[in-house]
């Protein structure tokens, strides 16, 4: 997967997912006090924050991995910082960030639009809420509760993630640092942006 | 518990944390929580201060899970133990419910085990050297993770910068939270360029990113790292059939 990787980008996601990875844990704390007062609830509608460095790694360097290693980077950041969530945290960030790549997958990374970043949220939001539903145990909920959470992640996976990601990724390249990555190059060219 | 192998650790824990997660009975998350307390009571050098301070939102977050899950919880059968507020609480609910909560605090404790255990720099290298992760990327977390005090600082320098030139600070804390992204921005423009020059110096000193058979710090699996798996195993499955048995 690596082989067509240069350095650069590799070491670009590294830092990306470390600086992310910070983010993520300042929303870990912002959350876990919103779901003391109103339950698991409060993690719903921030979801789309946590998928979002898989969307900005592959919109800027558009290569197969870029989503679902970045998002594995962020978690083991987020680990290695000294998160409390721990271990587990990497087993759903590997999930995640494979939500969003299978959705870059079935588009065989050619179109970086809008709608298919929107959809990659929504690949991550689906796929986090599957391993969620065994592992922090939605079943026990009440069926109508966990389509409402189900409803909010989606939402919040395809505004935050999706949107956020491309508008955070636009203006990196209008600063003009992007330069020699695969999203400036596709300005230029406009094969497929 | 400090000196077993990072990624040895790594899966034990995780693999538990699965197979706990299939048991809806009270007592299994709650044997299986006191038995990681006592295993970091005698077998590690923790922090205790620390680790309460950690676990303090954890518990405040498993309380909310215990309330919501009686509000919130799929409608069960059972005789009803009391009601409060107009809301029945029946057995089978509360059963749930504390068994949510307690599946909470068990899997925030091993993590913790973790946290407090585990040197990052070892991790990284173990997950180099035992699970094959491709050095390209180990390395590249290695640099970002060296450069987390950089970023710290150039966080304060944007922001002061940002000041000096009249950007109003805003006053509450949601506002500050929407204005992140002023910061972010360049945080995220610094780091791109920082990534390529670390890129060429790595380059230019020969790191190719192949993968290589000796390594200058080798981490190996030993003796204790089957013994402590041992015991984890143990643990796991007296909490598991204790759990089946008791509830």
């Known amino acids: 997967m690596l082989k067509s990787w240069k350095l650069k980008e590799a070491v670009l996601m590294s830092l990306f997912a470390v600086v992310f990875g910070i983010v993520y844990l300042l929303f870990v704390h912002v959350s876990n006090i919103w779901a003391a007062v109103i339950g698991p609830l409060a993690y719903e509608w921030m979801f789309g924050i946590w998928f979002i460095v898989s969307i900005i790694c592959m919109y800027i360097i558009r290569k197969p991995g870029a989503a679902f290693l970045s998002e594995t980077m962020a978690a083991t950041i987020e680990v290695l910082i000294g998160n409390a969530v721990g271990p587990r945290l990497i087993l759903s960030g590997v999930i995640q960030g494979l939500g969003a790549e299978a959705v870059f997958a079935l588009t065989r990374y050619q179109h970086f639009n809008i709608l298919v970043l929107m959809l990659a949220g929504i690949g991550s939001a689906v796929f986090s809420f599957v391993y969620g539903y065994f592992v922090s145990g939605y079943a026990a909920l009440d069926p109508s509760f966990v389509a409402l959470m189900f409803t909010i992640r989606v939402l919040s996976g395809a505004i935050i993630a999706g949107i956020g990601g491309k508008y955070i990724g636009d203006a990196l390249l209008a600063t003009g640092s992007l330069r020699g990555y695969a999203i400036a190059r596709a300005k230029k060219g406009d094969v497929n942006a | ?247």
């Not at chain 2, 990327?137 to 910068?161: H, N, R, S």
């Not at chain 2, 190719?208 to 499955?237: C, K, V």
């Open chain 2, 1 to 247: 518990m400090h000196d077993m192998n990072p990624s040895v650790k790594f899966i034990v824990i995780t693999a538990s944390m699965l197979v706990i997660a299939f048991f809806f009975n009270p007592w299994t998350p709650l044997i299986f929580w006191l038995g990681i307390i006592l295993l970091q009571l005698t077998m590690s050098r923790t922090k205790w201060k620390l680790w309460l301070l950690f676990m303090l939102p954890f518990s405040i977050g498993a309380f909310g899970y215990l309330w919501t899950t009686i509000v919130f919880g799929a409608e069960t059968g059972g005789a009803i133990i009391w009601s409060f507020a107009g809301i029945d609480v029946t057995e089978e609910q509360w059963a749930r419910a504390l068994s949510l909560a307690f599946r909470v605090m068990a899997f925030s404790t091993l993590s913790l085990l973790f946290a407090f255990t585990t040197d990052p720099v070892r991790f990284i290298m173990s997950l180099m050297q035992q699970l094959k992760l491709p050095p390209k990327l180990a390395y590249g977390v290695m640099v970002g993770y060296q450069f987390l005090p950089v970023m710290k600082d150039e966080f304060t320098q944007i922001q002061q910068a940002q000041r000096l030139r009249g950007a109003e600070t805003k006053k509450y804390s949601w506002q500050q939270l929407l204005s992140m992204r002023r910061i972010l921005i360049p945080m995220l423009a610094g780091a791109v360029r920082k990534a390529e020059r670390s890129a060429f110096a790595m380059e230019a000193r020969g790191f190719t990113g192949e993968p290589r058979s000796a390594f200058y710090h080798p981490i190996q699996i030993d003796r204790t790292d089957w013994l402590m798996s041992g015991i984890f195993l143990i643990l796991l499955l007296t909490s598991c059939i204790g759990g089946s048995w008791l509830g």
